[in-house]
T-cell receptor
Framework: GQSLEQPSEVTAVEGAIVQINCTYQTSGFYGLSWYQQHDGGAPTFLSYNGLDGLEETGRFSSFLSRSDSYGYLLLQELQMKDSASYFC??????????FGAGTQVVVTP | IAGITQAPTSQILAAGRRMTLRCTQDMRHNAMYWYRQDLGLGLRLIHYSNTAGTTGKGEVPDGYSVSRANTDDFPLTLASAVPSQTSVYFCASRPGQENTEAFFGQGTRLTVV
């Protein structure tokens, strides 16, 4: 089976840096993804880690440590539009893509 | 059709009725997924399909069935709806089971009364 744990909410001011941690227990773990969802909208893909290390995509970076079953999403230079829910998701070797419960990021002026 | 489309957008359904949520993609993706989203519980996987002709159970499959007769379509059926199936349902697809990015439909808001 799979389970993913992430904090329920994070609050930060504009311009700040936020790190969202995700720990997972996934049989046949293949990789960790991150998705963003604004209220009422469809989730959209942000980043993927198949190997250990850091992946950088503009203001967003994601990190994976397979030995620690741990990853994080780093949001830099926070903007108001970054207020949203962020989900980590694991892929297993059977093809299942399962999500954590999500972290609500609240950006304040 | 561009991308992945779900229908209907929303539906109010009487308990005990049968309902099929439709999902169609035109990206020729092999892998497709159905999720339900409830407040505070994130996206929970109901069923998935790695390729046409195959399906698998996710975390919360009870009360739901799927079929994958071809690459493009992945309908989700509620045989006899119950109020606990009130939720927002998302369909998603990606090129293969090991590919990175999944694309989501806009969701179906289902209310069972």
């Amino acid at each position: 089976g799979q389970s993913l744990e992430q904090p329920s909410e994070v609050t930060a001011v504009e311009g700040a840096i936020v790190q969202i941690n995700c720990t997972y227990q996934t049989s046949g773990f293949y990789g960790l993804s991150w998705y963003q969802q604004h209220d009422g909208g469809a989730p959209t893909f942000l980043s993927y880690n198949g190997l250990d290390g850091l992946e950088e995509t503009g203001r967003f970076s994601s990190f994976l440590s397979r030995s620690d079953s741990y990853g994080y999403l780093l949001l830099q230079e926070l903007q108001m539009k970054d207020s949203a829910s962020y989900f980590c998701a694991s892929t297993d070797s059977w093809g299942k893509l399962q999500f954590g419960a999500g972290t609500q990021v609240v950006v304040t002026p | 059709i561009a991308g992945i489309t779900q229908a209907p957008t929303s539906q109010i359904l009487a308990a005990g009725r049968r309902m099929t949520l439709r999902c169609t993609q035109d990206m020729r993706h092999n892998a497709m997924y159905w999720y339900r989203q409830d407040l505070g519980l994130g996206l929970r996987l109901i069923h998935y399909s790695n390729t046409a002709g195959t399906t698998g159970k996710g975390e919360v499959p009870d009360g739901y069935s799927v079929s994958r007769a071809n690459t493009d379509d992945f309908p989700l059926t509620l045989a006899s709806a119950v109020p606990s199936q009130t939720s927002v349902y998302f369909c998603a697809s990606r090129p293969g089971q090991e590919n990175t990015e999944a694309f989501f439909g806009q969701g179906t808001r289902l209310t069972v009364v």
